[in-house]
């Protein structure tokens, strides 16, 4: 018996992708489920919490959509460079530039907490956009003008960011001595539903934020960007053969800046919703890996926009779900283990496995 | 078992299937020790799938292989070089970074772990003097010409004691002289007993220097085995596309127009860094073709980027009176300057998108496909269908991704987007590279059409058959520089082409 | 501000480095990138120390390291070669993959203390003043062997037989491929062996440089500055045990900036205020960025560059090659 690999020569059906994207995901809670039990865990029960405490009433689903709504940025942020083959792993750090970026408004202050609301927020959203976009234009403009490589520059600038944020929490804005800035005046918050429980009772505790409506407006944008405009096209060319790209008169280095800017913009996007909807301060915890789950959103979307949306309320539950299970590392493992098993399952988009007995009779399917 | 043992090779009933293709079918092949032995067929025939199979690359699904009287099944291409066969692949095998030396020690097992490189230099050096291969062991592979470069591989193989060697469209990349050299080292290779398979899509080189001759069409025997002596260009011709073939195309005459391309001493380096065009000076009018002619690597590829805005250089390239050299590639798609590239699958296409996608990607601020900041994929793929229709694309549908189609019909993608833009200059590089007869037509006839609508065409070619029916002047370009133009296409010279080829100055 | 200690140290923890980079040179001639660096590094140092605590020995503990790095590297070869996915995402995948994993068996580890391996110092060559400090005394023992590691790997792979198809398989694997040396099985052996220096190297943090278990701290991204530090080494050991030592020193050196109260006869601005430091510990990942532009410009200025396989899967071809 052996493994054949053959090139596969007719279309999969159009279900197929979805399908593999299911299959990685539940085989990757199953060898994690076992993972757990052999360290001594009860996978089963663990689920079941899991479950009950993401999905399983109106304010444990709110909870788990606040935090879909920052990994649906950092997912478009990724899918947006990954179009491209721009391996932009900074979107971490891109999210921190975006919330100091947005921070920057109220803590400076560049407004008085007396500022209308309405002026506030779309002020600090331009202003996040700005930071993240700054910070992926540095990464674009090197890989443009030195061809350093993106990937190493976008994940050591995480780095570079993280330390950034901490100088400013721990000295210019600290509050009090802690390592957090101070609260936000309440102009800097982003509209919850649990504000309105005066008028709805059933809103009460719900901190369901105006993110999420942003959040599906950028899929909106996204989408239309990628799918239907003259810049997608130039993006997905560049991705699939930079040289047709070239000799189709496409300019290859001032897209390579932009996507990185865009995709930066967007990550930045997450950490602004993050410190105006959520922590209403900065401080090192505004992020348990948004920019990296990010990625993995992307790759198990399949670089589709809209995708991203489901997949983002799986691992925004995935994330709820580390703060409660130890060890603290299962999510992170699960993580790897879906996106391994995404990647390996591409293998059925382009090749037919066949399982040959003595290289005649062919026993497995497709 | 007496008769077998005069031969060296025998195939028997050989299938091979690839997915969706049945490349081999019940193929027989024998090859008799000294003889030299041609395999004949059209691109895509299967020739090269059936001697990886020999070689020991593939492994066939059905048949047998003898050698020297054995039954062989080779898994791997070690054994088939253990029982002396060795392959000169067309797209040769060697590994630029390294040295002669290095590539022909590559794979063998009895070299020590710590290698006395003077000592196999040594060796190298008096083997390439037995056959007079010359070539210096120390160079490094992308130092050398590629006649230089095909006979490394040929020492590769006669290192590794080959008594069979496969040729795989061995002349394809050589100058006419060059061409006489390699037959008179086949010869001597066989006066020592060696047996040679050559494989052609070529009529005249194969009636020249084979023996016999066996001819595949779309994977199935036509021919096996039988002497030259019995055999005529006509006949064979027939045998390798099963229908009569024209030998020549009908170009009706045209008077040109205007200059519309004008090129004055540009010089340009190419990818490593070395000059590959040296003051070079051209100039095509509107409605003639003009053809370069030369041994690969000698400019050619350079010579169309530097006027398609792909390479940077110096000097003068004009179009219609503008200035072209350095401006970005954009300029000269707007000015009507169409570009049939080299490489259709690396530069001319983008495999995962689909045929609609291709025939867009010069065109998708434009009006129609263009609307604002949007495409309008809907006209786009309206436009797609026309074109499909309209050149014989054959394919499911126009969402069919570039990388699923066939070299011939992905080439007519290429065509047919270039030819819709109306160009005033279309730069062709080896167009017809790799395509059966029947693409072949239709590309060249394609080619003639524009020139008959007015556009000034440089045709690129290494094939010389088809720079002599095609062009209406012929250049010969070596070492990035023009060593002559033949004005008079159709009474050419072709010894005194090739001795240009080969870079000697004829008046 | 001793500069005998800040090279001291530069030469220990650039040791980590220096074993990590040259098993990704090893993997990235062969073609095969694997960003998976810094997730290997975790897996052999969490394994490295949990072996060690329940053997009581150090010196298995390293063993297991090597293996638990090679074990997960396994997965990325499998993806890569027979499955021909995208490298960098299997290798980011590993990285997640390593970093939950040694999370998650990791737990517990931090509190109990596992033996580690005592420092050496060579006799003699100890003695020479100055060098003698630097390179030869105190050091772990796995630092004598990275000055082994440097030359052995160039000669193995600029002047050896198998070096020298190690270098074709990441050129041209077809070349290799038809004069029947198998591919798959060469990229295997060079991505696992990749794969055990990695883990290696985390061994050496947490049972050698710096022991202890710190779940993700313990590497802290020194597996991703030596994925950079390949480029910068352009494939070569030389280079990268030269850029791995400087930056094992330059990183040392950023940090004892915070000491001294005068600086160069001014007052340190560091010294007074501590929350400077941040920008201090910004400084190694810009000088990584630095190094890149530096290396990726002399690359592109004498036309060397990365294999030129590197990140293409290689595929047999159906209808000739």
Same mark, same amino acid.
């Not at chain 3, 041209?172 to 099985?185: C, F, N, Q, T």
């Given at each position: 018996?052996?493994?054949?690999?053959?090139?596969?020569?007719?279309?999969?059906?159009?279900?197929?992708?979805?399908?593999?994207?299911?299959?990685?995901?539940?085989?990757?809670? $199953?060898?994690?489920?076992?993972?757990?039990?052999?360290?001594?865990?009860?996978?089963?029960?663990?689920?079941?919490?899991?479950?009950?405490?993401?999905?399983?009433?109106?304010?444990?689903?709110?909870?788990?959509?606040?935090?879909?709504?920052?990994?649906?940025?950092?997912?478009?942020?990724?899918?947006?460079?990954?179009?491209?083959?721009?391996?932009?792993?900074?979107?971490?750090?891109?999210?921190?530039?975006?919330?100091?970026?947005?921070?920057?408004?109220?803590?400076?202050?560049?407004?008085?907490?007396?500022?209308?609301?309405?002026?506030?927020?779309?002020?600090?959203?331009?202003?996040?956009?700005?930071?993240?976009?700054?910070?992926?234009?540095?990464?674009?403009?090197?890989?443009?003008?030195?061809?350093?490589?993106?990937?190493?520059?976008?994940?050591?600038?995480?780095?570079?960011?993280?330390?950034?944020?901490?100088?400013?929490?721990?000295?210019?804005?600290?509050?009090?001595?802690?390592?957090?800035?101070?609260?936000?005046?309440?102009?800097?918050?982003?509209?919850?539903?649990?504000?309105?429980?005066?008028?709805?009772?059933?809103?009460?505790?719900?901190?369901?934020?105006?993110?999420?409506?942003?959040?599906?407006?950028?899929?909106?944008?996204?989408?239309?960007?990628?799918?239907?405009?003259?810049?997608?096209?130039?993006?997905?060319?560049?991705?699939?053969?930079?040289?047709?790209?070239?000799?189709?008169?496409?300019?290859?280095?001032?897209?390579?800046?932009?996507?990185?800017?865009?995709?930066?913009?967007?990550?930045?996007?997450?950490?602004?919703?993050?410190?105006?909807?959520?922590?209403?301060?900065?401080?090192?915890?505004?992020?348990?890996?948004?920019?990296?789950?990010?990625?993995?959103?992307?790759?198990?979307?399949?670089?589709?926009?809209?995708?991203?949306?489901?997949?983002?309320?799986?691992?925004?539950?995935?994330?709820?779900?580390?703060?409660?299970?130890?060890?603290?590392?299962?999510?992170?493992?699960?993580?790897?283990?879906?996106?391994?098993?995404?990647?390996?399952?591409? $293998?059925?988009?382009?090749?037919?496995?066949?399982?040959?007995?003595?290289?005649?009779?062919?026993?497995?399917?497709? | 078992?007496?008769?077998?043992?005069?031969?060296?090779?025998?195939?028997?009933?050989?299938?091979?299937?690839?997915?969706?293709?049945?490349?081999?079918?019940?193929?027989?092949?024998?090859?008799?020790?000294?003889?030299?032995?041609?395999?004949?067929?059209?691109?895509?025939?299967?020739?090269?799938?059936?001697?990886?199979?020999?070689?020991?690359?593939?492994?066939?699904?059905?048949?047998?292989?003898?050698?020297?009287?054995?039954?062989?099944?080779?898994?791997?291409?070690?054994?088939?070089?253990?029982?002396?066969?060795?392959?000169?692949?067309?797209?040769?095998?060697?590994?630029?970074?390294?040295?002669?030396?290095?590539?022909?020690?590559?794979?063998?097992?009895?070299?020590?772990?710590?290698?006395?490189?003077?000592?196999?230099?040594?060796?190298?050096?008096?083997?390439?003097?037995?056959?007079?291969?010359?070539?210096?062991?120390?160079?490094?592979?992308?130092?050398?010409?590629?006649?230089?470069?095909?006979?490394?591989?040929?020492?590769?193989?006669?290192?590794?004691?080959?008594?069979?060697?496969?040729?795989?469209?061995?002349?394809?990349?050589?100058?006419?002289?060059?061409?006489?050299?390699?037959?008179?080292?086949?010869?001597?290779?066989?006066?020592?007993?060696?047996?040679?398979?050559?494989?052609?899509?070529?009529?005249?080189?194969?009636?020249?220097?084979?023996?016999?001759?066996?001819?595949?069409?779309?994977?199935?025997?036509?021919?096996?085995?039988?002497?030259?002596?019995?055999?005529?260009?006509?006949?064979?011709?027939?045998?390798?596309?099963?229908?009569?073939?024209?030998?020549?195309?009908?170009?009706?005459?045209?008077?040109?127009?205007?200059?519309?391309?004008?090129?004055?001493?540009?010089?340009?380096?190419?990818?490593?860094?070395?000059?590959?065009?040296?003051?070079?000076?051209?100039? $095509?009018?509107?409605?003639?073709?003009?053809?370069?002619?030369?041994?690969?690597?000698?400019?050619?590829?350079?010579?169309?980027?530097?006027?398609?805005?792909?390479?940077?250089?110096?000097?003068?390239?004009?179009?219609?009176?503008?200035?072209?050299?350095?401006?970005?590639?954009?300029?000269?798609?707007?000015?009507?300057?169409?570009?049939?590239?080299?490489?259709?699958?690396?530069?001319?296409?983008?495999?995962?998108?689909?045929?609609?996608?291709?025939?867009?990607?010069?065109?998708?601020?434009?009006?129609?496909?263009?609307?604002?900041?949007?495409?309008?994929?809907?006209?786009?793929?309206?436009?797609?269908?026309?074109?499909?229709?309209?050149?014989?694309?054959?394919?499911?549908?126009?969402?069919?991704?570039?990388?699923?189609?066939?070299?011939?019909?992905?080439?007519?993608?290429?065509?047919?987007?270039?030819?819709?833009?109306?160009?005033?200059?279309?730069?062709?590089?080896?167009?017809?590279?790799?395509?059966?007869?029947?693409?072949?037509?239709?590309?060249?006839?394609?080619?003639?059409?524009?020139?008959?609508?007015?556009?000034?065409?440089?045709?690129?070619?290494?094939?010389?058959?088809?720079?002599?029916?095609?062009?209406?002047?012929?250049?010969?370009?070596?070492?990035?520089?023009?060593?002559?133009?033949?004005?008079?296409?159709?009474?050419?010279?072709?010894?005194?082409?090739?001795?240009?080829?080969?870079?000697?100055?004829?008046? | 501000?001793?500069?005998?200690?800040?090279?001291?140290?530069?030469?220990?923890?650039?040791?980590?480095?220096?074993?990590?980079?040259?098993?990704?040179?090893?993997?990235?001639?062969?073609?095969?990138?694997?960003?998976?660096?810094?997730?290997?590094?975790?897996?052999?140092?969490?394994?490295?120390?949990?072996?060690?605590?329940?053997?009581?020995?150090?010196?298995?503990?390293?063993?297991?390291?090597?293996?638990?790095?090679?074990?997960?590297?396994?997965?990325?070869?499998?993806?890569?070669?027979?499955?021909?996915?995208?490298?960098?995402?299997?290798?980011?995948?590993?990285?997640?993959?390593?970093?939950?994993?040694?999370?998650?068996?990791?737990?517990?580890?931090?509190?109990?203390?596992?033996?580690?391996?005592?420092?050496?110092?060579?006799?003699?060559?100890?003695?020479?003043?100055?060098?003698?400090?630097?390179?030869?005394?105190?050091?772990?023992?796995?630092?004598?062997?990275?000055?082994?590691?440097?030359?052995?790997?160039?000669?193995?792979?600029?002047?050896?037989?198998?070096?020298?198809?190690?270098?074709?398989?990441?050129?041209?694997?077809?070349?290799?491929?038809?004069?029947?040396?198998? $591919?798959?099985?060469?990229?295997?052996?060079?991505?696992?062996?990749?794969?055990?220096?990695?883990?290696?190297?985390?061994?050496?943090?947490?049972?050698?440089?710096?022991?202890?278990?710190?779940?993700?701290?313990?590497?802290?991204?020194?597996?991703?500055?030596?994925?950079?530090?390949?480029?910068?080494?352009?494939?070569?050991?030389?280079?990268?045990?030269?850029?791995?030592?400087?930056?094992?020193?330059?990183?040392?050196?950023?940090?004892?900036?915070?000491?001294?109260?005068?600086?160069?006869?001014?007052?340190?601005?560091?010294?007074?205020?501590?929350?400077?430091?941040?920008?201090?510990?910004?400084?190694?990942?810009?000088?990584?960025?630095?190094?890149?532009?530096?290396?990726?410009?002399?690359?592109?200025?004498?036309?060397?560059?990365?294999?030129?396989?590197?990140?293409?899967?290689?595929?047999?071809?159906?209808?000739?090659?």
């Amino acid at each position: 018996m052996r493994l054949e690999i053959e090139k596969r020569v007719d279309d999969l059906p159009w279900w197929a992708p979805a399908a593999l994207s299911v299959g990685a995901v539940v085989l990757a809670f $199953v060898v994690g489920g076992i993972i757990f039990k052999l360290i001594g865990g009860e996978p089963i029960r663990v689920f079941g919490f899991f479950i009950r405490n993401t999905f399983g009433s109106w304010p444990a689903f709110s909870d788990t959509l606040v935090k879909a709504t920052p990994l649906i940025f950092t997912g478009l942020a990724c899918t947006v460079a990954f179009k491209m083959k721009m391996w932009n792993i900074g979107a971490e750090g891109q999210l921190f530039m975006g919330a100091w970026f947005a921070s920057f408004v109220v803590l400076f202050p560049l407004v008085s907490p007396e500022t209308s609301r309405w002026i506030v927020i779309p002020l600090m959203m331009i202003f996040g956009m700005v930071g993240g976009g700054i910070y992926g234009f540095i990464p674009g403009w090197l890989k443009a003008r030195y061809n350093v490589n993106e990937i190493i520059t976008t994940l050591m600038l995480n780095y570079v960011a993280f330390e950034w944020v901490n100088y400013w929490i721990f000295d210019q804005w600290s509050d009090a001595g802690f390592q957090m800035s101070p609260t936000f005046a309440k102009n800097a918050w982003l509209p919850r539903l649990t504000d309105y429980a005066r008028q709805f009772r059933a809103f009460s505790g719900i901190t369901l934020h105006l993110g999420v409506i942003i959040a599906l407006i950028a899929v909106v944008i996204v989408w239309w960007l990628l799918s239907k405009s003259q810049w997608g096209f130039e993006v997905k060319l560049i991705g699939d053969n930079p040289d047709a790209a070239r000799y189709s008169g496409v300019h290859i280095k001032r897209n390579i800046i932009l996507v990185l800017m865009v995709s930066g913009a967007l990550a930045g996007l997450a950490g602004m919703i993050e410190v105006t909807g959520v922590v209403h301060r900065l401080q090192q915890q505004i992020s348990p890996g948004y920019g990296f789950t990010g990625i993995i959103v992307a790759w198990l979307a399949k670089l589709n926009p809209v995708a991203v949306i489901l997949v983002s309320i799986l691992f925004g539950a995935l994330i709820i779900a580390s703060r409660e299970i130890q060890p603290a590392g299962i999510s992170q493992m699960l993580q790897g283990l879906i996106l391994f098993f995404i990647i390996s399952s591409e $293998v059925f988009t382009r090749y037919k496995v066949k399982l040959v007995r003595n290289s005649a009779a062919v026993v497995g399917a497709d | 078992m007496e008769e077998k043992e005069a031969l060296a090779v025998e195939m028997r009933n050989i299938t091979i299937k690839f997915p969706g293709v049945l490349a081999n079918d019940n193929v027989n092949l024998t090859l008799k020790k000294g003889e030299i032995h041609a395999l004949l067929g059209e691109n895509g025939a299967g020739k090269s799938t059936l001697m990886n199979c020999l070689a020991g690359i593939n492994r066939p699904n059905a048949g047998e292989i003898w050698v020297d009287g054995q039954l062989q099944s080779f898994s791997s291409p070690k054994d088939a070089i253990k029982s002396g066969i060795g392959m000169v692949h067309q797209h040769f095998m060697l590994v630029p970074t390294q040295t002669v030396t290095e590539n022909i020690l590559l794979g063998l097992d009895n070299v020590g772990f710590f290698m006395n490189m003077r000592k196999y230099e040594q060796e190298i050096r008096e083997l390439a003097d037995q056959y007079s291969l010359h070539v210096d062991p120390e160079a490094y592979i992308w130092q050398l010409s590629v006649g230089e470069q095909q006979r490394v591989e040929i020492l590769k193989m006669l290192y590794r004691g080959a008594n069979i060697l496969i040729m795989d469209e061995p002349t394809a990349v050589l100058a006419p002289q060059e061409i006489e050299g390699l037959m008179d080292t086949l010869r001597a290779m066989t006066e020592r007993g060696k047996s040679i398979i050559f494989i052609s899509h070529k009529l005249n080189e194969v009636k020249s220097i084979a023996d016999r001759v066996t001819v595949l069409r779309k994977g199935k025997l036509t021919a096996e085995g039988l002497p030259m002596d019995d055999m005529d260009r006509k006949k064979l011709a027939e045998l390798m596309v099963g229908r009569t073939v024209l030998f020549t195309v009908f170009k009706e005459e045209n008077e040109p127009g205007d200059v519309v391309l004008d090129v004055q001493g540009v010089s340009a380096l190419n990818k490593r860094g070395v000059p590959a065009l040296r003051e070079l000076s051209l100039q $095509v009018r509107a409605g003639e073709i003009l053809g370069i002619a030369g041994v690969s690597g000698n400019g050619q590829s350079e010579l169309a980027e530097v006027i398609t805005g792909l390479r940077e250089c110096t000097g003068s390239i004009t179009v219609n009176g503008e200035q072209m050299a350095n401006a970005h590639p954009l300029k000269a798609i707007e000015r009507g300057v169409a570009h049939i590239p080299e490489d259709r699958n690396k530069v001319g296409s983008s495999p995962n998108l689909s045929i609609t996608e291709n025939t867009i990607i010069k065109d998708y601020k434009e009006d129609p496909i263009g609307e604002g900041w949007q495409i309008n994929f809907l006209k786009a793929a309206e436009r797609a269908s026309g074109l499909k229709d309209k050149y014989d694309i054959l394919a499911p549908n126009v969402e069919t991704m570039a990388r699923k189609l066939s070299g011939g019909n992905l080439q007519k993608v290429i065509l047919a987007r270039e030819i819709t833009t109306q160009p005033k200059l279309m730069i062709a590089v080896q167009p017809t590279r790799g395509l059966d007869i029947g693409a072949i037509e239709s590309i060249q006839n394609l080619l003639l059409e524009q020139r008959k609508n007015g556009t000034a065409i440089l045709l690129i070619s290494e094939e010389l058959d088809e720079l002599v029916s095609l062009s209406d002047r012929l250049s010969v370009i070596h070492e990035g520089k023009i060593m002559g133009t033949i004005e008079d296409v159709e009474n050419a010279n072709i010894e005194e082409i090739g001795l240009m080829m080969t870079g000697e100055k004829v008046s | 501000m001793d500069p005998i200690i800040i090279l001291h140290a530069g030469i220990a923890t650039g040791t980590v480095l220096l074993f990590a980079c040259i098993g990704a040179i090893f993997n990235e001639r062969a073609g095969i990138l694997n960003l998976g660096v810094e997730g290997m590094m975790l897996i052999g140092a969490m394994a490295g120390y949990s072996v060690a605590l329940s053997t009581g020995s150090a010196w298995v503990g390293m063993i297991a390291a090597f293996i638990a790095g090679g074990l997960l590297s396994v997965a990325h070869a499998v993806v890569t070669i027979h499955f021909q996915a995208d490298q960098v995402v299997s290798g980011l995948s590993l990285t997640f993959l390593g970093t939950g994993l040694s999370t998650v068996l990791g737990e517990g580890l931090s509190s109990q203390a596992a033996p580690t391996i005592s420092d050496v110092t060579i006799p003699l060559l100890g003695n020479i003043p100055f060098i003698g400090s630097v390179f030869f005394e105190n050091h772990s023992p796995l630092v004598y062997l990275g000055y082994l590691l440097i030359p052995a790997a160039w000669f193995y792979i600029f002047r050896t037989r198998p070096g020298m198809t190690l270098r074709a398989i990441g050129e041209k694997p077809e070349a290799a491929d038809v004069l029947g040396i198998s $591919v798959y099985r060469q990229r295997y052996a060079y991505v696992i062996f990749g794969g055990c220096m990695a883990g290696l190297a985390g061994g050496i943090i947490s049972l050698s440089v710096s022991p202890g278990w710190y779940s993700v701290q313990t590497t802290s991204g020194q597996g991703w500055i030596a994925v950079g530090l390949v480029i910068f080494a352009q494939w070569n050991p030389v280079r990268a045990a030269i850029g791995s030592f400087l930056f094992g020193a330059l990183r040392r050196g950023i940090l004892d900036l915070q000491g001294p109260a005068t600086l160069f006869g001014f007052d340190n601005p560091l010294f007074i205020n501590a929350n400077l430091g941040f920008f201090l510990k910004m400084l190694p990942f810009i000088l990584i960025i630095l190094a890149l532009v530096i290396g990726s410009n002399q690359a592109r200025r004498k036309r060397l560059g990365a294999p030129a396989a590197l990140g293409v899967p290689y595929i047999r071809g159906e209808r000739g090659l």
